[in-house]
């Protein structure tokens, strides 16, 4: 009797035990810089050093009303340390920032930066995720974070 009840204690604590969650903390998504990729003739977007792709076809109809011409399109994308993607490119007005979910990528915020579009954007990794356009020095920095524009201004 004390033997059964030992064996059926001993089963319950190790399920018990096999069902807690295990979080490994502090985790580090970022990407140290931004990559560059131009959507192949079907809009997928293939990152191999990071081992994504996604299809880019909606979001340049979002952005710029052509779905068609894809290849002309070269995104910027930058992943912070959260896990969101950062996405923008060549006349692009947003930047749009996309969570992570079962075989797809969401969108969390579309952030408003330019109301004439982006003439040469490039992000950079500074803690918070740094907007540049690289063709204008009187263009402020922007830092922002999957919340929106931390610092600087949109123009």
Known sequence: ??????FILCT??????????????????????????????????????YQVSF??????????????NVTKHPLNVIRDR???YFITAKNFKNVY????????????KKINISEVGLE?????QKGLIELVNELKEE?????????GIQEGEKK
């Open 1 to 6: 009797m004390k033997t059964a009840f030992c």
């Open 12 to 49: 319950v604590a190790f399920i018990i035990e096999g069902c807690s969650s295990l979080t490994l903390q502090p985790a580090d998504f970022s990407w140290p810089k931004e990559e560059l990729i131009t959507p192949d003739v079907n809009g997928t977007v293939k990152i191999p050093r």
């Open 55 to 68: 299809n880019s076809k909606q979001l340049l109809f979002e952005e710029l009303q052509d779905s068609v």
């Open 82 to 84: 959260n896990g969101y």
């Open 97 to 108: 920032v996309f969570n992570q979910d079962e075989g797809a990528l969401n969108l969390e």
């Open 120 to 124: 040469a954007p490039a992000f950079n």
């Open 139 to 147: 263009w402020p920095k922007i830092y922002m974070s999957n919340d």
